[in-house]
C-alpha cells in the first residue's frame, strides 16, 4: 500500500494543447520521493479524455452475455478488423453519476433494461498518458428484449448487438476476437466472482 496522498503532489502549472473531440494538456509538477525529498519539475503532456463507464451484460436465466460490435477508429491500423467485440459503455457527462450512464448507455447501445447494477472495481486506462478512469458494472439483463442494432445517429453510431452464450464468449476470448481491455478485465472480473454475486 502506497505511503503517498494526494498532499505528495505539487502541480505547478497546466498548459492546453489541443481542443476537439478530446483535449490534450501539459502538466508541469513535482511529487514527493521515496527517500523524501522532492523531485525535478517534470512535464508531461496527457490526453484528457475524462471517465468512462463500462457495463457487462449478463442473462442469468439464460446463461448469457449481451454484447456489442463496432467500428473503432483507435483499431483502424491493426492487423485485424477494426470492428470489436466490447462491453457497453460511454463517457461520464459533467454533472452526471456514473450509475446514471450506466442505465442511459444500456438502454441506447443494447435496447435493454437494467434489473440489477452491480458495482465491479474501476481501473487507471493507462496513467502514464491519460486522465481517463473507467468505473464498470456488471447488469443482470433479460436478452429477449436486447435489439439486434443500436446506436444513436447524431453521435455516428452503428452498433451491432450480440447475444452469447457462455461457451461463444470463451471460444471468442481463446481466438483473440475479444481483444479490449475494458471487455477483458469485466469479463474475468465476472468469471472469478460470479459464484459470489449472483448469490446475494
Known amino acids: ?15 492546453e494543447l489541443y481542443n476537439g473531440f478530446f483535449s490534450m494538456k501539459k502538466y508541469r509538477y513535482q511529487h514527493r520521493r521515496y527517500q523524501g525529498d522532492w523531485s525535478p519539475v517534470v512535464e508531461r503532456e496527457i490526453f484528457e479524455r475524462g471517465n468512462a463507464v463500462g457495463v457487462l451484460l449478463f442473462d442469468r436465466e439464460k446463461d448469457c452475455f449481451v454484447m456489442i460490435e463496432q467500428c473503432r477508429p483507435g483499431a483502424l491500423l491493426g492487423k485485424d478488423t477494426p470492428w470489436l467485440v466490447e462491453i457497453v459503455a460511454g463517457m461520464v457527462e459533467e454533472g452526471e453519476a456514473p450509475e446514471d450512464v450506466a442505465y ?10 437494467i434489473q440489477r447494477l452491480i458495482p465491479m472495481p474501476g481501473y487507471w486506462v493507462s496513467p502514464g498518458g491519460t486522465t481517463e478512469y473507467v468505473n464498470l458494472y456488471l447488469g443482470l439483463v433479460d436478452s429477449d428484449n436486447a435489439a439486434a442494432f443500436a446506436g444513436l445517429e447524431t453521435e455516428h453510431e452503428d452498433i451491432k448487438v450480440l447475444v452469447l452464450e457462455r461457451s461463444e464468449m470463451f471460444t471468442l476470448m481463446e481466438r483473440g476476437q475479444i481483444n479490449n481491455a475494458m471487455a477483458l478485465i469485466a469479463v474475468q472480473w465476472f468469471l472469478l466472482h460470479e459464484k459470489t454475486v449472483l448469490t446475494h
Open 1 to 15: 500500500m502506497t505511503q503517498f496522498t494526494q498532499e505528495d503532489i505539487k502541480i505547478l502549472g497546466e498548459e
Open 104 to 113: 442511459r448507455e444500456v438502454q441506447e447501445e443494447a435496447g435493454c433494461d
